[in-house]
């Protein structure tokens, strides 16, 4: 036991810097050993699990992409099947969409937002923990299904009918439909936190026009999931009914619609590649700014960027459907949509050169990969103008130019940022810095690798090359381009494995790392590396946009925080002038209970209705534990 | 790093209320979401009907009294939950364990108003894509009756325990209102579009 002090309600102003670290410590930690692992509700011990995660789901999606042009690489090859290719474009499609690019995305804000704004946890830290349950139990859900053969079938957006129960037999489109809805669960469940913590949490002074550009893009993010994801929760329920209760929903014969289904997929569809972009181009413009010494130009423009994005993200999911045959007049408004939303990205175009060209850069790694970023994405940007032309589209449609075009904006457009953002917040993360030669190695093949697989699937989708098959014959004139393909694909491998093999050497024996190694401006350089759990001692309080830079030898805080529960600051949504000292919520292991529940009730609906009833019974019980007081002083005001 | 303490917060209150409180706005954020999903319903709905030669499909207009029933129910149940918002206000325990007892029946008795709606409809979810629309709307807000439903029975239970008498709960309570007044107010463009487009 733990005799406290005489004084009730101990406050950091009366503590030392020693003292409150030891006293931080104790109400902050999370205990060693299994029960504190499954219990923590700490979002940096969370967020890096989200992250190693990602990553392993990147690796094996990157694994069925070698599998994929190892079959392609010759005519009438015969290493894979057509029923396992089928299964193996659609794992890797939806692996590397719901499992990884998302997700990924989310995680590195579970890691960043929160020391960003200078709070010590997420907002509902146990929603946090819940939310990453779910995301796991949704990604091993897919793949075990996958190891027993077992794996969808039916394209990453699975389109009725052939995802209906009139094609679609077995249970391998039903564990697409409720994969989608164990990550859709979670990134919901994430984009809340994020959304709360940055209207609410934010450091005193931390006004709106302070905010650090990455957290206003996973704040715009979190709202794009928040009004995109349900449209795709009410598509899989919908095609999981047609399927197990026999509903119409998309079954023409009894006046349902198979377009339905489409624009339900795509107006979360194509949000979705916003969802996967805009945190990209939050770290971009965080990368950009620290490597050239200076803020990056035009704040007030790039955050209107981000914000039109995320409007007229909703306004395009129909240039998705071009062939389906929809009337004249609405696919001109999407074409005009469509095209319309390269402005606000040649903006932030514009914005990083104007910065770069002002500045000093510095060719760190982290840099590299932004300019990577920058010429990919500009050569995806410009063949997505090229496919919002209706005529155009009607003849690369389901064409390789497609893959070609959507893995110049996806790899290009988030995968550069990350690998990027990786090397940057690296140190942060572990307290260990990347080797920069190596770095150097990842970036150049992982560049030229890029573009010597996937430029040319541009010239074979021009040569008529459909995608999604799983071989073709020695007569097309495919065979040269695929075997060159395929090789290529091998300089790419090498360079992830290069970098696999950079980070966990790293984390294990780089040079350690100081606080804030490349000198940046933003928060969380304002702490150890890695943070403490508590990440700051006390909380800082903030003066302008970037808070390290002015005076880089003091840091202004805040004081009078108890240190007997877990506090931190509630501020006003505007200003950020503080309201409240607020409780947070301590470890927990009913997140946990409360996920497994959850993933009971969602596997067993794929075999009868009746889970859905039964089902609710465990998961009630497990939220109840989770929600009841505890009488700990988190609980009790 | 020096740090250098520029503000004293000591004299801030140990908890945030209404728009100070994080689970206030998490519960707007929930709204949001939920909000979308049964707006997407009844485009869903609209949609099939666009499509549709006439609506409803293969079944008469549904009956009207039990969903008018429920949909006055819930109007009335407004009131005691406005009344219980002001009573977690004023941090009244006596008051609020009333409200809860008197919420908790008014989450019931649209149970047994809903029990009759689905056959009301006059079709069932598999015979149609009307029919499916349907059952779905109507089971899609009566999973939210349930939760909410759920949530007041905890929250009257926690109010009866040792654990009632503190802000944080009186906190939880006003969201639970809050929560409520959602569930209703979703309910009538769900109502109206349920009952009185197939009678246009
Ligand atoms: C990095 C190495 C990668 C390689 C070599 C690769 C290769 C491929 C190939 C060959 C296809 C076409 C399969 C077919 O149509 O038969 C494909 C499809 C696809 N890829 Fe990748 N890919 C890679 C990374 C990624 C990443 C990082 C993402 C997402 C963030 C992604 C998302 C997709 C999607 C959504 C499809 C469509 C699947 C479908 O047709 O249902 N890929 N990929
Ligand atoms: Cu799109």
Known sequence: ?637 | MNRSVVLDLSKLPPHGLGTASLTWWGTLAFMLIEGTGFALSIVVYLYLMSLAPHWPLDAPPPDLLPGSGLTALLIVSLLPNMLIARWARQQNLAKVRIGLVIMSLLGVAPLFLRVLEFPAMHISWDQNAYGSIVWVMLGLHTTHILTDLVETLVLTCLMFSKHGDNPRRYGDVSDNAMYWNFVVATWLPMYVCLYWIPRL
């Open chain 1, 1 to 637: 036991m733990i005799v406290r002090d005489e004084v009730e309600d101990l406050r950091d102003t009366a503590l030392d810097e020693v003292q409150l670290d030891r006293r931080l410590s104790e109400t902050w930690s999370t205990p060693t050993g299994l029960w504190g692992a499954l219990s923590t509700v700490d979002h940096k011990i969370i967020g890096r699990r989200y992250i190693y995660t990602a990553f392993i789901f990147l690796a094996l999606g990157g694994i069925l992409a070698l599998a994929m042009r190892l079959q392609l690489s010759e005519p009438e090859a015969r290493f894979i099947g057509p029923d396992r290719y089928n299964q193996i474009f659609t794992m890797h499609g939806t692996n590397m969409m719901f499992l990884f690019a998302v997700p990924v995305m989310e995680a590195m804000a579970v890691y960043l937002v929160p020391l960003m704004v200078g709070t010590r946890n997420i907002a509902f830290p146990r929603l946090n923990a819940f939310s990453y349950w779910m995301y796991l139990a949704g990604g091993l859900l897919l793949w075990i299904a996958f190891a027993v053969d077992t794996g969808p079938d039916v394209g990453w957006f699975a389109y009725v009918p052939l995802s209906g129960p009139q094609y679609a037999a077995g249970k391998r489109a039903d564990i697409w439909a409720q994969m989608i809805t164990f990550t859709e669960v979670s990134a919901l469940a994430v984009a809340v936190e994020i959304v709360v913590t940055v209207l609410k949490q934010r450091a005193p002074g931390m006004s709106l026009d302070r905010i650090p550009l990455f957290v206003w893009s996973m704040l715009v993010t979190s709202f794009l999931i928040i009004l995109a994801m349900p449209a795709i929760m009410i598509a899989s329920t919908a095609l999981i009914l047609d399927r197990l209760v026999g509903t119409h929903f998309f079954n023409p014969a009894e006046g349902g619609d198979v377009l339905l289904w489409q624009h339900l997929f795509w107006f979360f569809g194509h949000p979705e590649v916003y969802i996967i972009f805009l945190p990209a181009v939050g770290m971009v413009s965080t990368i950009v700014a620290t490597f050239t010494r200076r803020p990056v130009f035009g704040y007030l423009a790039m955050v209107m960027a981000l914000v039109t994005t995320g409007v007229l993200a909703f306004g395009l999911w129909v240039h998705h459907m071009f062939v389906a045959g929809l009337p004249r007049l609405g696919e001109s408004f999407f074409t005009a949509s469509s095209m319309a939303i390269a402005i606000p990205a040649g903006l932030q175009i514009f914005c990083w050169l104007a910065t770069m060209w002002a500045g000093r850069p510095v060719f760190k790694t982290p840099f590299l990969f932004v300019i990577g970023f920058m010429v990919i994405f500009v050569i995806g940007g410009m063949t997505g103008v090229m496919v919002a032309s209706v005529p155009f589209d009607t003849q690369v449609h389901d064409t390789y130019f497609v893959v070609a075009h959507f893995h110049y904006v996806l790899v290009g457009g988030a995968v550069f940022p990350l690998l990027g953002a990786i090397y940057y917040w690296f140190p942060k993360i572990t307290g260990r810095m990347m080797s920069e030669t190596l770095g150097r190695w990842t970036f150049g093949l992982i560049f030229t690798g890029f573009n010597l697989t996937f430029f040319p699937m541009h010239i074979l989708g021009l040569q008529g090359m459909p995608r999604r098959i799983y071989t073709y014959q020695p007569e097309m004139p495919w065979s040269g381009l695929n075997m060159f393909i395929s090789l290529s694909a091998v300089i790419l491998a090498a360079g992830f494995l290069l970098f696999f093999i950079d980070a966990i050497r790293s984390a294990a024996s780089g040079p350690a790392a100081p606080d804030n190694p490349w000198g940046a401006s933003t928060l969380e350089w304002a702490t150890s590396s890695p943070p403490l759990p508590y990440n700051f001692a006390r909380l800082p309080v903030v003066g302008s946009l970037e808070p390290l830079s002015n005076n880089s030898e003091t840091l202004s805080v805040a004081g009078g925080l108890s240190v007997d529960r877990r506090e931190l600051i509630v501020t006003s949504v505007v200003e950020a002038l503080p309201e409240a000292r607020e409780s947070s919520p301590g470890n927990s292991i009913w997140p946990l209970w409360s996920a497994l529940a959850t993933t009971v009730l969602l596997i067993w609906s794929i075999f009868t209705p009746w889970a859905v009833v039964w089902g609710s019974i465990p998961v009630s019980i497990a939220l109840i534990g989770w929600f009841w007081p505890k009488g700990t002083p988190e609980d009790d005001t």
